[in-house]
Structure formats: C-alpha cells, structure tokens
C-alpha cells in the first residue's frame, strides 16, 4: 500500500469526545489528503495538505480539522466527535500535482455512538 | 454542482468476458481522470490515469477511453477474472485549480463476476 500506514484501523468513541487519526507514509510524497467514504456518497475530500504545515479544506471539512508538522505524518482531528461522523476514513499520498496516483492508505473505520 | 457519477451501480459479467465500467463527469474543466479499483475492507487502489489531452490509454488487461464531446469515461476490462470483483471508482481533478485540491470521485459501480 505505498508505504501508508493508519491508526488506529477501527475506533468506537463517543459522542462530544476528540479523536485524533493518525496517516503516517514512507514514500516523502510532498502531497497528503483526509477523505470519507460513506454509502452513496463515495469519497469525499475532508482536508489536504500540500507540505509541512500547509493544509487547507476540501469539500466536507466542517468538524475537523488538521495538522502536519512532518512530511511523514497527516493528522485529522474530531474536536467533538458526532454521529454523523461515523464513517471509514482514508489518507491517501500523492507525489505530484494534481493529485496523479494518488496511493490511499488501508482506511480507518470509525463509529460514535 | 460539479460532480462525478457513473451509469450504473451493479455490473454483472460472465468469466472471460470483457467488462465496460462507465462514467460521466459535469466539469469541462477537468482535465485529469483516474479510474480506482476497491475490494472489500481495502482502500481505493489506482489503475489507471488519463489526460485529457489523450482520448485512449492502454494498461495491462485495462483500457480507458475518454470523450471530452460528451464527457464521458469509460474503462475496460479485458477477460474479467475473478479477482476483478470489487467496486470501481472514476475519479477527476482540475489541474488548472493550482492547489493541491484533491479529486472528486464518482459514487462507484460493483463488478460482479459470475463463474
């Protein structure tokens, strides 16, 4: 899987807490997304980033939020974990603009109850 | 607004036979195009990619075709195996954009192989 590693793969959490997933990546790719993938919507782009402390939003960032203070490592927090939010995430890395093969990571499923 | 979508959700096809997956896209700024490939409990993993600049690109076993007309895509799967169950993705992106924007999928068509 390209050298992309996520933690944890499954995490139950509940309602109101942070959670924090972490994409870690072996490749020095400069480009590092968060998507959701949720039944009849496909995957979604929540956050991107396209070096060490340069992110910004994608399509469905409302709730989130991240960081990147390495190359290796892209992490999305849930400040306040909902319902809504239960959905299986992938990181996915990507060398050059615009985003050309980009490698997705195993995928994080996450459930708040 | 924009979006990605495929025609159908579900295609069926017989061992050995050729598979057509396809795709429309609203963007006409699009100019890139990916097709991903899905198995159950895995992460989106690349087949192949394709310019706009280009209307056909050959991979192993796989073809996309692009008509830019009617924005549409399409890929092909020659002898289907298999190993080629799984849910299938076109994804596209607007390199004009400048930033790092990541793609837009389409909602996915499941390849079911019958034996």
């Known amino acids: 899987d390209a050298g992309i590693t996520q933690s944890p793969r499954h995490k139950v959490t509940e309602t109101g807490t942070p959670v924090t997933l972490r994409c870690h990546q072996t490749?020095?790719?400069?480009?590092m997304y968060w998507y959701r993938q949720d039944p009849g919507h496909g995957l979604r782009l929540i956050h991107y980033?396209?070096?060490?402390?340069?992110?910004d939003k994608g399509e469905v960032s409302d709730g989130y939020s991240v960081s990147r203070s390495k190359t290796e490592d892209f992490l999305l927090t849930l400040e306040s974990a909902t319902s809504s939010q239960t959905s299986v995430y992938f990181c996915?890395?990507?060398?050059?603009?615009?985003?050309?093969?980009?490698?997705f990571g195993q995928g994080t499923r996450l459930t708040v109850v | 607004g924009e979006s990605v979508g495929l025609h159908l959700p579900t295609l069926s096809v017989q061992e050995g036979d050729n598979s057509i997956i396809n795709c429309a896209y609203s963007?006409?700024?699009?100019?890139?195009f990916i097709w991903y490939k899905q198995e159950s409990g895995k992460g989106p993993q690349f087949i192949i990619d394709?310019?706009?600049?280009?209307d056909k690109r050959q991979g192993q076993r796989v073809t996309v075709l692009l008509n830019k007309t009617v924005k549409h895509l399409s890929l092909q799967i020659a002898a289907t195996q298999p190993g080629d169950s799984a849910v299938y993705f076109c994804?596209?992106?607007?390199?004009?954009?400048?930033?790092?924007?990541?793609?837009?999928f389409g909602k996915g068509t499941h390849l079911i192989i019958q034996p």
């Open positions: 996915a890395i990507s060398e050059n603009r615009p985003n050309t093969e980009a490698f």
């Open positions: 980033s396209y070096g060490v402390k340069d992110t």
């Open positions: 490749e020095n790719h400069r480009y």
């Open positions: 394709i310019r706009s600049n280009m």
């Open positions: 963007n006409s700024a699009s100019d890139y």
């Open positions: 994804a596209e992106n607007e390199s004009a954009g400048g930033g790092a924007d990541g793609l837009t």
